[in-house]
């Protein structure tokens, strides 16, 4: 998997939670085939930055984690709720 494709999977789990927060991989540049990947975000307007631990592991571990994180985050429609309410 190139550096590219690794980024568009990053991007789109961002749109998937509606561009709230950034995430963070990071490798391991000891010869282990490690990384993590971390959801950075702010709780309110005005509050600190927050970090979530998204996975670690292999490359692959981390991104079937991440799905996995989008899965249970994804941005929820409103729509329906608008319209009950009005």
Known sequence: M???EVQARLRA???HLGREG???????????EECYITHWFRPEPHA???CR?????????CLDALDRYV???RVR???PMLMAAE
């Open 2 to 4: 190139t550096i590219e």
């Open 13 to 15: 789990a961002q749109a």
């Open 22 to 32: 950034r995430f963070a991989l990071t490798l391991s540049l000891d010869g282990r």
């Open 48 to 50: 600190f930055e927050d």
């Open 53 to 61: 631990a998204v996975g670690s592991g292999t490359l692959s571990e």
């Open 71 to 73: 899965a249970v985050n």
């Open 77 to 79: 429609d409103v729509a």
